[in-house]
């Protein structure tokens, strides 16, 4: 029989916890044939939430799940896990500066890190759902020395399948024939959509969209004035329409993201903010999204690939604001 992986989920009690445990255990993230552990870990005010997602994890009966505990410390809920999801935060407030929400989000992922550090496993992958993503993953990373930076990650997925939802809707594809989108850079408003590799069914997904769209230019001006902004602001319409955010669809791309990462990439690239080696002239160490595969268990960047005046111009501006964030998560004495 196979050994069950201890998985740590924090901010277990939030919505976007009580859409990913769920899944999980059915056995959606690791396969049908791994039976997984539950860490839920809480603040305080949240234990009772996380408890009770854990009730009803009981009454579900799923046949994968072989235990879930709920903590309200790092440091036991980190002991001995495999894969940590990140995702409670401080959500940034009416009126709240950037230096207070990313002093807040210190005070959480630091001692994440350090716990992770002192406890988890040696095979530990972490990636980060709670926002500012990639500032806290990058925070994360530095308080575990004892971990490989490789380790720690920030969500990208969501936007990498909005773009392909977009892209398959406008083309009147399947979102399965899409290969090798790109989401580039901060998981925030500046991240930065690349189609230009992207085909479908072996066709280029640029001719496509001019051919579709009436020419070259029109093309161009989608991507600039539509399909960027709209996956870069799909957060803010789903909220206006469905009257609360998007918490199904960002389960379901941690799930995907850790699938991958765990069972590898298959036909093509996807998008995960990894920590920078240099590629693509993003300086090293920042947390960004790149194109990259899983292979043997690990992520790599895609090397290689040719990065236009346009793309270079809108991948400086993203990693401009994550070299500021940077910045000031150092100078608070965060990382
Ligand atoms: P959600 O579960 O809806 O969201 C959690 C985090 O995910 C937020 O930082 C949110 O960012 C982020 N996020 C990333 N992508 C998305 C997306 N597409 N849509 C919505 N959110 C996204 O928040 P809840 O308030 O329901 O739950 C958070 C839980 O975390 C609470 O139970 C709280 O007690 C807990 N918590 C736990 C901590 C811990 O374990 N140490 C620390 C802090 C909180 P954004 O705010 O930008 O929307």
Redesign the pocket.
């Known amino acids: 029989s196979v050994k069950p992986v201890t998985i740590t989920i ?9 859409a990913l445990l769920f899944r999980i255990a059915s056995g959606a993230m690791l396969g049908a044939e791994t039976p997984v552990r539950l860490h839920l ?3 305080p ?2 234990v009772r ?2 408890e009770g997602a854990a009730l009803e994890l009981q009454d579900a009966a799923f046949p994968l799940l072989h235990g879930v505990e709920v903590f309200d410390d ?1 440091a036991s ?1 980190f002991q001995g896990t495999e894969i940590a999801m ?7 407030t009416a009126g709240m500066e950037r230096g207070d929400l990313l002093a807040a989000n210190g005070g ?1 992922f630091g001692p ?1 890190g350090a716990a992770i550090n002192a406890g988890a496993a040696d095979g530990i992958r972490v990636v980060v ?5 990639n500032t806290n993953a990058l925070i994360a990373a530095s308080h575990a020395p004892d971990v490989p930076a490789d380790r720690f990650t920030a ?1 990208t997925r ?1 936007d990498h399948n909005r773009a392909l939802g977009q892209l398959a809707a406008t083309l009147g594809a399947q979102v399965g024939s899409l290969r090798d989108v790109t989401i580039w850079g901060n ?1 925030s408003a500046t991240q930065f959509p690349d189609v230009s590799h992207a085909t479908i069914d072996g066709e280029s997904v640029p001719a496509l969209l001019a051919a579709r769209l009436g020419g070259v230019d029109t093309a161009k001006e989608w991507l600039v004035d539509t399909f960027i902004p709209r996956v870069a602001k799909r ?1 803010a319409e ?1 909220i206006e329409v469905r009257g609360s ?3 199904a ?2 389960a379901s ?1 941690a799930i995907d993201h850790v699938r991958d990462w765990v069972h590898g990439t298959e036909n093509g690239w996807t998008s995960a903010a990894v920590v920078s080696d240099g590629s693509y002239g993003v300086p090293e160490g920042l947390v960004s999204s790149f194109p990259v595969e899983s292979v043997d268990g690990a992520w790599r960047i895609v090397q290689g690939l040719e990065v236009d005046a346009f793309a270079e111009h809108r991948i400086a501006a993203s990693v401009a604001e994550l070299v500021e964030e940077r910045e000031a998560v150092r100078a608070l004495g965060l990382i």
Not at 10 to 18: E, F, L, N, P, V
Not at 86 to 92: I, K, N, S, T, Y
Not at 129 to 133: C, E, F, L, S, Y
């Open positions: 924090t901010g277990a009690g939030g919505q976007i916890g009580y870990l809480e603040i005010q949240g939430a996380a790092p809920a990140l995702v409670g935060a401080r959500p940034r959480i994440q759902v709670g926002n500012p993503a969500l969501l998981h957060g789903i955010s998007s918490v669809s960002a791309a």
